[in-house]
């Protein structure tokens, strides 16, 4: 089983960047696709961007395209979120999950593993 830290939170201006870590623990991390969804107050937590376990295909929502990237380090057991271009309606948690299949992450399926969640906060 796969447990999940997210790191890299914070307070940040529009225009500016953050980059989000995602550290796994477990020996089948390398095995794993892995996901971002985010949750902002008062709304459904939604998809951002998701990697396949070798890192040969990403996919990402609309309203972050060409302004986020997802990579993962096999060898670090960890995958990031770098996030340029920030606006305020990026605000948000930000969860990172896991799954041995992408189409169960894609889902939320029921029985993915998620992160506690990191909050950041983009001022206008």
């Known amino acids: 089983q796969v447990q999940l830290v997210e790191s890299g939170g914070g307070l940040v201006q529009a225009g500016g960047s953050l980059r989000l870590s995602c550290a796994a623990s477990?020996?089948?991390?390398?095995?794993?696709?892995m996901g971002w969804f985010r949750q902002a107050p008062g709304k459904e937590r939604e998809f951002v961007a998701a990697?396949?376990?070798?890192?040969?295909?990403?996919t990402y929502a609309d309203s972050v395209k060409g302004r986020f990237t997802i990579s993962r380090d096999n060898a670090k057991n960890t995958m990031y979120l770098q996030m340029n271009s920030l606006e305020p309606e990026d605000t948000a948690v930000y969860y990172c999950?896991?799954?041995?299949?992408?189409?169960?992450?894609?889902?939320?399926?029921?029985?993915?593993?998620w992160g506690q969640g990191t909050q950041v906060t983009v001022s206008s």
């Open positions: 477990g020996r089948t991390f390398s095995a794993y696709a």
């Open positions: 999950n896991s799954d041995p299949v992408l189409s169960r992450l894609l889902r939320a399926s029921a029985g993915v593993v």
């Open positions: 990697i396949t376990w070798d890192g040969g295909s990403t």
